[in-house]
């Protein structure tokens, strides 16, 4: 027997007779609630969604067909140990019995013309990938290689600071009180891009061997990232780990053959062309290309070599999704270590804790053990000094007694794994805040910015060589609290000035080179725009040049213009989705008119603007949890939007206001019943 109930909220509780048929099931609510989702997650990992969509997504197809996304996952899939492989069947069948009637109701599907196509059983493992590729550092060193070209290879430095798409992520663990019997408690916010239906799915999943409940990827059975079983919680954050390095490779071609430039002279390259087709559009062929070193991503225009991605999970066959069934039958502490021992990638950093009263820190995935120079750029591919050394770093874990905190920062337990990691003023906050005493919910919505070399620009100011406008702006802001709330106008004011700051940077004669084309894919903008690199750098160039003339330009230009208006009128909502259909779009802007958003990317509430560039919001939590040890059912959650895919379902945004004020909602921790299903 399999049944499915939900909670107030939406969020589905499931129960099955054993794990294969709860991950059937699971699959099958994943496909009802989210059809759209994940059909577009399958067509990214095939390459394909511009085929379905239109030629928008074409940059993101010939990248998902050169890196071979597809074939990467049909080869984790086929090295999957016989119980794994079977489970993540169960799931593909689940999903395959409920795409129709999730399509029925999605309108994304009626507006492109298309309809969902049964998953293959390496599907998930795809949507997995997709997730994924671009949550490392590889498309940093891109960045890192424009720098180096543009202004010597001392300015990168300058840009030492998390990249557009990387975590502003928070966990930390409470040890356990003996005093008031009170257990562990792991509380988080992963902070990746707000994406439409969000990145997270809430799900109970229950049968005879084990009761958890977590945040699932729509399209991946289990819960890799966030879990409580009643009996182990854990959570994860981005070890900033650089574990993808890139190749510089010289190509040389004979007819349809390629070879390519090895050590020991030129070697065969594999090699072969495919068609993407394109909705509304003619079909565009994409050279695939992979030497010893890994698939060809991309050429540099500059210097016209190729770039080739090398990656543990195309390398070893592997993903790690041989430890999604022990997560959930973990008990112990010791059970979550022992089951991502199997981990690949993303690397993760890893807080656990028991009711037994025990906490862990793990790090967990592949990190090559290889030159220094591959963590910071494209290394040539035929020098042997940077081929990989066949070992990896070992697992992390270590037993915790006092409270942890992971926000991205370099820690003992990272530093080997990574060379950019976030700044530690989150980690130094979250910890303020918990020995003051404070409540989960205060910890996640915490709103204020750091003094840093950018706030601390403005007391180097004289107030006296500013006119009267400019001068009052001043001292406005020197004594402004620097939080960045909503309602605060003195918050709008201060992000008015960085972005004026922000723009007259990219004419500053230091900075300048950085508009040279810097020869790489129109994918990877987002990591190699200098307007926006430069945005997300300002503590850091504020701290490395003297900046005192652009900074009163830019206060007087606040001041000479209209007023900046409360952070919350600049800071809107901006969730990634395709805008396909109206039906979205015009939820997306009744979402903007119910919520205004506070924090700021340097804010434990990291949501995330770029000053010069936009001060919309495009990234933050995607989920925020406190897990209970004590108590599985004081344990509480939030997402952005809600359970359900479909914007006429009044579980679509229904969590959008908590999210936005900051407060959380139970789990659905109540017994099992509900309607009978098949």
């Known amino acids: 027997m399999t049944y499915v109930d939900r909670d107030r909220w939406g969020v589905p509780r499931l129960w099955a007779g054993d794990a294969d048929a709860l991950a059937r099931l699971q699959g099958r609510v994943a496909a009802v609630d989210r059809a759209w989702q994940i059909s577009v997650e399958r067509w990214r990992a095939e390459g394909r969604l511009a085929a379905h969509v239109g030629p928008a997504e074409l940059a993101w197809d010939r990248f998902a067909r050169r890196v071979r996304l597809d074939d990467t996952a049909r080869r984790c899939y086929e090295r999957l140990d016989p119980d794994t492989r079977r489970w993540v069947e169960a799931y593909v069948d689940g999903v395959n019995s409920g795409l129709a009637e999730g399509a029925a109701a999605a309108p994304e599907f009626a507006a492109t013309g298309t309809a969902p196509e049964p998953w293959h059983p390496w599907s998930p493992l795809g949507v997995f990938l997709v997730q994924h590729v671009l949550f490392s550092t590889f498309p940093n060193k891109l960045w890192h290689a424009h720098v180096a070209r543009t ?157 080739a991605l090398r990656t543990p999970s195309r390398v070893e066959a592997r993903l790690g999704f041989e430890a999604l069934l022990p997560l959930l039958r973990a008990r112990r502490t010791g059970d979550v270590a022992d089951a991502l021992r199997h981990w690949v990638e993303p690397v993760n950093s890893v807080l656990a804790a028991d009711t037994g009263g025990g906490v862990r820190r793990l790090v ?23 081929r990989w050394r066949g070992d990896y770093l070992p697992l992390v874990d270590e037993r915790v007694d006092g409270v942890a905190v992971c926000a991205n920062d370099r820690r003992d337990d990272v530093a080997a794994h990574g060379a950019d990691f976030a700044p530690p003023h989150r980690a130094r906050r979250i910890r303020a805040l918990l020995a003051d005493g404070a409540e989960p919910s205060t910890v996640h919505t915490d709103d204020r910015l750091p003094a840093g070399p950018l706030y601390r620009l403005l007391d180097r100011l004289d107030p006296d060589r500013l006119d009267e406008p400019a001068r009052a702006l001043l001292l406005r802001l020197r004594g402004w609290d620097r939080a960045m709330a909503a309602g605060s106008a003195g918050a709008g004011a201060y992000a008015a000035w960085r972005a004026a700051l922000a723009r007259r940077l990219r004419v500053h004669p230091r900075l300048r080179g950085l508009d040279e084309p810097c020869g790489f894919d129109e994918l990877f903008a987002p990591w190699t725009d200098p307007a926006a690199r430069i945005g997300l750098a300002l503590d850091h160039l504020a701290a490395a040049f003297d900046l005192a003339e652009p900074a009163a ?19 809107l909502l901006h969730p990634v989705h395709l805008g396909v ?53 004081a344990s509480r959650w939030i997402v952005p939007f809600g359970a359900s895919g479909r914007p006429d379902d009044p579980h679509f945004a229904d969590q959008l206001t908590h999210w936005a004020a900051g407060t959380l909602i139970p789990v659905p921790d109540g017994p099992l019943t509900g309607d009978e299903t098949t």
């Open 151 to 307: 202004l010597g290879p001392e300015a990168a430095g300058l840009f030492a600071v998390e990249g557009p798409a990387s975590s502003g992520s928070n966990a930390w663990a409470l040890p356990a009180d003996p005093a008031t019997g009170r257990g562990p408690l792991i509380a988080g916010d992963p902070h990746r891009l707000l994406e439409l239906p969000g990145v997270y799915q809430q799900v109970r999943l229950a049968c005879p061997e084990f009761d958890v409940v977590g945040l699932a990827f729509p399209g991946v059975p289990g819960v890799p990232h966030f879990g409580h079983t009643g009996h182990v919680a854990w959570a994860v954050t981005n070890a900033m780990a650089d574990y993808q390095d890139l190749y510089r490779e010289r190509l040389r071609r004979d007819g349809d053959r390629v070879l390519v430039r090895d050590a020991d002279g030129w070697t065969p390259a594999a090699r072969h062309v495919e068609e993407i087709e394109v909705r509304g559009g003619a079909p565009e062929t994409v050279e695939v290309i992979e030497t010893p070193r890994g698939p060809v991503i991309d050429h540099d225009r500059v210097t016209g070599e190729a770039i």
């Open 553 to 571: 330009e830019a206060l007087a230009e606040v001041a000479a213009g209209p007023a900046p208006g409360e952070w919350g009128s600049r800071h």
């Open 364 to 386: 967990a995935g592949l990190v090559p053990i290889r030159d220094e120079r591959c963590r910071r750029e494209p290394v040539p591919a035929w020098e042997p000094a940077y």
């Open 581 to 633: 259909a109206p039906a979205i779009t015009d939820a997306v802007t009744a979402m903007r008119r119910r919520v205004a958003l506070a924090g700021d990317t340097d804010c434990v509430l990291a949501t995330s603007s770029v000053p010069g560039v936009s001060d919309a919001c495009w990234r933050g939590p995607v989920a925020r949890y406190v897990w209970d040890l004590t108590d599985r059912a």
